[in-house]
């Protein structure tokens, strides 16, 4: 009988190191998948956010064209005041409108670059349980 408590004991003990062992190996693969995931998609973020700044660049420098050519081509001081500041106005609400384009595709790119670290701490609790 002695024996057989032995064994049951031996057994209950393989199986508990058998599934820490899963358990350690499932935290070990996560925590390598979690980064590289989270570091492509950190680069794609940033790919994005160059993209977006560069069209904003390209915008800018053809509507500051615009302005100039509109600017040289009044022929009264009048007329000069109000394209002036008919730009202006423009300019500012574009600022603004770019300004919130720019902060809500910061917002998403870098919330989806993290989002695997993020899985994979929310988990690490519940594969340790298990």
């Known amino acids: 009988m002695a024996t057989s408590t032995i064994e049951k004991i031996a ?6 190191s058998t599934t820490s062992g899963q ?24 790919q994005e956010l160059t993209k977006a700044y560069q069209d904003l660049a390209t915008k800018n420098a053809k509507n500051l064209t615009a302005a100039i050519r509109g600017l040289s081509a009044v ?7 109000q394209l002036q ?18 902060a809500q595709l910061t917002t998403a790119v870098f919330t989806a670059a993290f989002e695997p670290v993020k899985k994979q701490i929310e988990a690490a609790p519940k594969t340790a349980h298990t």
Not at 11 to 16: C, E, F, L, P, Y
Not at 26 to 41: D, L, N
Not at 85 to 102: F, M, N, R, T
């Open 23 to 46: 358990a350690a190996e499932t935290i070990m693969k996560s925590s390598t998948v979690a980064p590289t995931e989270s570091g492509a998609a950190s680069r794609a973020a940033v």
């Open 75 to 81: 022929k009264n001081p009048v007329e000069f005041m």
């Open 85 to 102: 500041q008919k730009l202006i106005k423009e300019g500012v609400e574009a600022a603004v409108s770019d300004s919130h384009h720019i």
């Open 11 to 16: 057994k209950s003990n393989a199986d508990a």
